[in-house]
């Protein structure tokens, strides 16, 4: 994590200090004071619906060494602790970000597409470790707050930085790129999610591309050329940096033939070497190119690279298999757009040895004006021969029952208000032997119906 001296953050601010504090020593930053360490450098963020600066005494008493804090703010008499005087804190945590990795000087890698790019990131994370000393963003710690987070916790011998971008809005991706500069910038693909903002397919590969804006002179851009959108989008920008296209189809510089799917991973070639990833669903085989894609850019040896792969541990909550007593929950709860749901239910269906098969689905959020019509073709998709019963919740889900009830009996397919609800009902379909995929968008927290049947015993 960053250390420094007042004095030299003052410099990466260029923002003023106390002259009699100069030589004070931070340790790492917070912006929480729920969370804060001591000798931390606390940053209080000013939001719509919440004020940091209210919280500095508070970090005082629990160790913070300084503060940073805009000099329109009056600061109460009873701080003790020193600080240093910026226009905007926000934009202070986002510079000293931008300064910091320029001095530890990682080689940085930036990912970011509508799916796949977190498990992406794991994937390379548990490869690149290796052979370097490496970092990479946390959990969902992708935006203008989560990213400067993540790159100030790099430590100064560092050698690579793994960095996901997340965006909702044009312009976002662009701050981050600025802030990381990296070496090897990732799109992984274009689907249909953040439509609210971004309109269309067209404007998420558009915003997704600003992230060759802040992509080093001699850096490279690395992207899927079996995605439709990116294969029309890419070729109407200017892009002066190495491309390098990955995927199935022979026209990619490099090509991914698949060998093998089933439930315990994926096994692909490139070239004349074959990889494996232990990871649920044949959309894998495209995370898993991308590692060793990035892993040899790396000089990292295809050897080392196949027991990374095998060693991944990816972040929580997505294509998760959860083993019960008497039956198996598939964990994807995480998010949902209309893409990574059709992969999630391939994967149920690729399960074999179950009696049945439940889609337990909530409502995929921000799809813009076609949301409803998304919906309803998801429920269209559904299978009635491989999955025997669909449970729904969520308002836009309802969408999913109007075109699933074209197929499917009504004795197969519910939709509930509320989880409580819909706990209590999908007990009684468990039976001994089921597999019961649960996913659905971030806000709608399907993760507390997982916590609500997991213990459930079927004998």
């Not at 009684?428 to 019961?436: A, D, E, H, Q």
Request: aromatic content about 6%.
């Amino acid at each position: 994590m960053i250390k420094r001296s007042l004095s030299h953050i003052r410099k990466m601010l260029n923002a003023s200090i106390d002259e009699n504090f100069k030589d004070v020593d931070i340790n790492g930053i917070s912006i929480d004071s729920r969370t804060i360490d001591k000798d931390n450098l606390y940053i209080p963020i000013v939001g719509e619906k919440f004020d940091g600066r209210i919280f500095i005494k508070e970090c005082e008493e629990k160790g913070a060494s300084a503060f940073i804090i805009d000099k329109s703010y009056s600061i109460p008499s009873n701080i003790k602790i020193p600080y240093v005087i910026v226009e905007d804190t926000k934009k202070a945590l986002q510079l000293l970000a931008k300064e910091y990795i320029k001095e530890v000087n990682p080689k940085t890698i930036a990912i970011t597409g509508s799916n796949g790019k977190t498990t992406t990131k794991d994937l390379m994370y548990s490869v690149i470790k290796k052979k370097y000393k490496v970092k990479k963003t946390m959990g969902n710690l992708n935006n203008e707050i989560g990213l400067p987070k993540t790159i100030l916790t790099l430590d100064d011998d560092d050698e690579v930085a793994i960095l996901e971008m997340g965006t909702e809005d044009f312009g976002e991706i662009s701050l981050l790129t600025d802030i990381a500069k990296p070496d090897i910038a990732i799109i992984t693909n274009i689907g249909d999610s953040h439509l609210l903002k971004l309109k269309t397919r067209e404007g998420i590969a558009k915003a997704k591309l600003e992230i060759i804006e802040g992509l080093k002179k001699d850096g490279i851009f690395l992207y899927n050329g079996d995605d439709e959108t990116l294969k029309k989008q890419v070729p109407l920008k200017h892009i002066s940096h190495k491309v390098i296209t990955f995927g199935q189809d022979s026209t990619n510089d490099i090509q991914i033939k698949e060998i093998e799917t089933s439930i315990t991973g994926n096994r692909f070639s490139i070239g004349i070497d074959s990889f494996k990833v232990p990871l649920l669903g044949n959309h894998q085989l495209y995370n898993g190119a991308v590692a060793v894609i990035v892993a040899r850019l790396l000089d990292i040896d295809d050897d080392i690279i196949k027991e990374g792969l095998t060693d991944v541990k990816v972040t929580g909550n997505r294509n998760e298999l959860v083993e019960c007593v008497g039956f198996d929950i598939l964990n994807d709860a995480y998010k949902s757009n209309p893409q990574s749901l059709e992969q999630a239910i391939k994967t149920l269906e690729l399960f074999q040895g179950y009696k049945r098969k439940i889609a337990v689905l909530g409502d995929m959020l921000d799809l813009g004006n076609n949301e409803k019509e998304l919906h309803y073709r998801i429920g269209q998709k559904l299978n009635p021969s491989k999955i025997d019963y669909v449970v729904l919740i969520g308002e836009l889900s309802k969408e999913i029952y109007k075109g699933a009830i074209e197929k499917f009996p009504k004795s197969r397919i519910y939709h509930f208000k509320n989880k409580d609800d819909l706990i209590d009902a999908i007990k009684y379909i468990i039976t001994k032997s089921t597999l019961v995929l649960v996913k659905g968008s971030r806000a709608m927290h399907m993760e507390e119906i997982i916590e609500g049947i997991k213990d459930l015993k079927v004998i």
